[in-house]
């Protein structure tokens, strides 16, 4: 399984990773994108070479 995360110091809001994951992980809530459905990353790692801020990590569990 993976954990993908969000800096919430690094994202801009860009909606880039909500764009391009392939089983969307990613939602806005209350204005700020979150990881809302963890249990659904694959680890393609789209979303880590997209984002422009370099704020998603992802690690393996
Ligand atoms: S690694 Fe792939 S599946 Fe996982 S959150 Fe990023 S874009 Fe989505
Ligand atoms: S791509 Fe990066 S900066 Fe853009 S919304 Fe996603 S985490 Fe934030």
């Known amino acids: 399984m ?4 969000i800096s919430t110091k690094k994202c801009k809001q860009c909606g880039e990773c909500i764009d391009v994951c ?4 990613f939602e806005v809530e209350e204005e700020k994108t979150v990881v809302a459905n963890p ?3 694959i ?3 789209s979303c ?3 984002c422009p801020e370099e704020a998603i990590t992802l690690d393996e569990i």
Do not use: F, H, K, L
Not at 22 to 25: E, G, L, N, R
């Open 2 to 5: 993976y954990m993908p995360r």
């Open 22 to 25: 392939p089983t969307d992980v």
């Open 39 to 41: 249990a659904d990353c």
């Open 43 to 45: 680890g393609c790692e």
């Open 48 to 50: 880590i070479s997209v």
